[in-house]
């Protein structure tokens, strides 16, 4: 090693391996202050009653309280469940369905796949501003098919605080899909054919196939996709900040979006820390159960 | 370390598979069953409805061009899907040169050199550093590496909501918020533990032999990092970097947050541009510049075809 010197006794222990040490400083100044201090601190500051500037004044679960009974949390918290619902729903059955067509040995397999997946590399901004185009009533797809005759055709979800989220969940299944329907395809491939073999010998139909064999066979890749898409729908907000800025009224809040406007705009840190840390805690029941079943509990499988 | 064998996996699993994707695409000869009838109902089914998806997942793209190549009467008569009667390219003009937001009436330009500015070096600086982590941890294991390494990757899934703060707080001390330098340095961060665990994956994967033998030759870490891997991780370096080009091209959230109005990436300005409240909407200006702000991800996307969709495989991780 780089630290060993002829002579008596031990090299000093700090001096071994110094360069990789020192290349890794930002890595560990990363991973402590700003993961894990900042983690902390937030969580810290959450129980303060910090308002234009973060101070130590704790006031115990005064916020968590307060964040509990604001009407506009509470419809941000709803909106997240419906979206993220339907959200994993759709786009783990869809993103499935198209792997499946995409995997039967079909022509132009790349053509399809580029443009299914182009939408993914665009930003939620430019996704959010074109569905906002789309879904315009005045000029959109209402008025188009108002204009082939069907004068009472109503399909405004941007301009209805009933149903703004779908609208929302239109745009994002349109950017994310593609991603889903990549990772279920590197899923597939993974299948032994001899798999499929046996399957026809016995003469069991297709869609019975994948539904009894196959998909309980991707549960590794299900559960990994689960994942991605749960931990991307905690996060949504520039989606929502592109297509409605929250609006109409506050029908499309979301938690993301709470947390920046309460500590840059409203100057209410503290409302602002708590709402991160409930956030946090969201993820948290995604990742640690899903953690511990995939790799805690011995390691039963290989 | 358990967790780390198995944040591999996760990475590492994906890429594999994705290759085989390409090795059964491109496998010739005869191979599986007897060719069917072109035109059997089964194919009629599944080609149908991969073109209306296809055509679902294009429809956007189409308006939006349609869009924005009308003039505003035109728009206000006609159907969105309909292709222009009068191509216009004046939008695209107005929304480069002359679109305004708030007081400011200079167009997207200002955004679009902001964003080059922020993106190539956030990219080299944060390549750089998380090749450097990759290497270190790959060949150089010191004691509690792998502690900082899966606080790290743990770290890619905490919302950024609940660190923005105490970053704003780092970088005013450093007296650099509001700066492109500061977010450039939070593009870093963030940016690390996805890079890092790619090239550390990478790194790890090849021979060892090499790795010592060059030890044996008296080779030192630096040496070995630009003599032996640099040169040998070139797929690896442009997979990182189409990542980290879409990733911090289209990141709104740090641009908003770490920089002054001036420094606006693309992407807020754009938004402050459509979304504005004052004033007629140009919905035509909206879109040119809509694509415009889409245009260089597009053109990353398009030219590096499946190279991009490794990226994203492993990138998918970051959720």
Partial sequence: ?302 | MPEIVAFNTIAAGIEPEVEKVQARATQVGPRGRKPRRALSGRNIMIYGTLIVVALYYLLPLYVMVMTSLKGMPEIRLGNIFAPPLEITFEPWVKAWSSACTGLNCDGLSRGFWNSVRITVPSTIVSIAIASVNGYALANWRFKGADLFFTILIVGAFIPYQVMIYPIVIVLRELGVYGSLTGLIIVHTIFGMPILTLLFRNYFAGLPEELFKAARVDGAGFWTIYFRIMLPMSMPIFVVAMILQVTGIWNDFLFGVVFTRPEYYPMTVQLNNIVNSVQGVKEYNVNMAATILTGAVPLIVYFVSGRLFVRGIAAGAVKG
Avoid at chain 1, 15 to 43: D, E, H, Q, Y
Avoid at chain 1, 214 to 240: E, H, Q
């Fill in chain 1, 1 to 302: 090693m780089a630290g060993h010197t002829r002579g008596s006794g031990r090299p000093n222990q700090w001096l071994r391996n110094l360069n990789a040490k020192l290349a890794s400083i930002p890595m560990i100044l990363t991973a402590v202050v700003i993961f894990l201090g900042g983690t902390v601190w937030t969580v810290v500051y959450s129980f303060t009653n910090s308002r234009l500037l973060p101070r130590l004044s704790f006031v115990g679960l005064d916020q968590y309280e307060r964040l509990w009974a604001a009407p506009r949390w509470l419809i941000s918290v709803q909106n997240l469940v419906i979206y993220g619902f339907f959200s994993l729903i759709f786009s783990l059955a869809i993103g499935f369905l198209l792997a499946a067509l995409m995997d039967q040995k079909i022509r132009f397999e790349n053509t399809f796949r580029t443009i299914m997946l182009y939408p993914f590399a665009l930003s939620f901004i430019v996704t959010g501003l074109v569905w906002q185009w789309l879904l315009n009533p005045e000029y959109g797809i209402q008025s188009v098919v108002r204009s082939l005759g069907w004068t009472s055709f109503a399909f405004d979800p941007l301009y209805n605080s009933n149903i703004v989220i779908y609208g929302i969940l239109i745009a994002a299944l349109w950017q994310g899909t593609g991603l889903v329907m990549c990772l279920m395809l590197a899923g597939l491939r993974g299948i032994d054919e001899d798999i499929w073999k046996a399957t026809r010998v016995d003469g069991i139909p297709m869609w019975k196939t994948y539904l009894l064999v196959i998909i309980p066979m991707m549960r590794g890749v299900f559960i990994t996709t689960l994942v991605i898409i749960a931990s991307g729908i905690v996060k949504v907000y520039d989606l929502v900040v592109a297509q409605t800025s929250g609006g109409p009224g506050i029908a499309s809040e979301v938690p993301a979006k709470y947390v920046y406007d309460y500590m840059f705009q409203a100057q209410n840190l503290g409302q602002g820390f708590a709402a991160s840390t409930m956030m946090l805690v969201t993820v948290a029941i995604i990742i640690v159960p899903w953690a511990y079943l995939e790799f805690g509990g011995g390691r039963k499988r290989a």
